[in-house]
T-cell receptor, first 113, second 113 residues
Framework: DGGITQSPKYLFRKEGQNVTLSCEQNLNHDAMYWYRQDPGQGLRLIYYSQIVNDFQKGDIAEGYSVSREKKESFPLTVTSAQKNPTAFYLC????????????FGNGTRLTVT | AQSVTQLDSQVPVFEEAPVELRCNYSSSVSVYLFWYVQYPNQGLQLLLKYLSGSTLVKGINGFEAEFNKSQTSFHLRKPSVHISDTAEYFCAVSQGGSEKLVFGKGTKLTVNP
């Protein structure tokens, strides 16, 4: 079955450490996205990529970095510069086009202490 | 910039009662509208979408939504809810030439027996 795999489901890190969240899709989608979800805040866009080797900042990119070396993969690194990294992170993908719905992974819950 | 307002953060209802979850967006210029559902600790799933044509859109699980251009609204309705409909619901808008979705803050629907 096609879909998006995010791993791990739960991640714990100490403050000051960088951490990388994995996102892999086998839907053959060109576009991929990272969202952050906090209680009562909805989803906020961190980064998105419409083609391999290209990506754009979303609304809250500070303290995060991404890469898009393969069509299937879009890892997100939460750096030590991110002031409030504890959150639920969702990866999504879509066929390119403004009316294409997003397909979501099941998320990674990151806790930084 | 486009914005989405979900007027109710929480909606409690009894099983088999009708429900309406409200969504308003900021611009009437060429928008594409979506409703997503999120069950606890999971990603989001597409319920329905409005791209063009009939203003009444039917989705999965018996949900429907009506696009009202003059009121810039896209309210979600279900005539009779089940316990299994308990989840968080997100309205999202893509405006004009943008490939980015803007999400509302979500409405938590709780269906009580």
């Amino acid at each position: 079955d096609g879909g998006i795999t995010q791993s791990p489901k739960y991640l714990f890190r100490k403050e000051g450490q960088n951490v990388t969240l994995s996102c892999e899709q086998n839907l053959n989608h060109d576009a991929m996205y990272w969202y952050r979800q906090d209680p009562g805040q909805g989803l906020r866009l961190i980064y998105y990529s419409q083609i391999v080797n290209d990506f754009q900042k979303g609304d809250i990119a500070e303290g995060y970095s991404v890469s898009r070396e393969k069509k299937e993969s879009f890892p997100l690194t939460v750096t030590s510069a991110q002031k409030n990294p504890t959150a639920f992170y969702l990866c999504a993908s879509s066929i390119r086009g403004r009316y294409s719905p997003l397909h979501f992974g099941n998320g990674t819950r990151l806790t930084v202490t | 910039a486009q914005s989405v307002t979900q007027l109710d953060s929480q909606v409690p209802v009894f099983e088999e009662a009708p429900v309406e979850l409200r969504c308003n967006y900021s611009s009437s210029v060429s928008v594409y509208l979506f409703w997503y559902v999120q069950y606890p600790n999971q990603g989001l799933q597409l319920l329905l979408k409005y791209l063009s044509g009939s203003t009444l859109v039917k989705g999965i699980n018996g949900f429907e939504a009506e696009f009202n251009k003059s009121q810039t609204s896209f309210h979600l309705r279900k005539p009779s809810v089940h316990i299994s409909d308990t989840a968080e619901y997100f309205c999202a808008v893509s405006q004009g030439g943008s490939e980015k979705l803007v999400f509302g803050k979500g409405t938590k629907l709780t269906v009580n027996p």
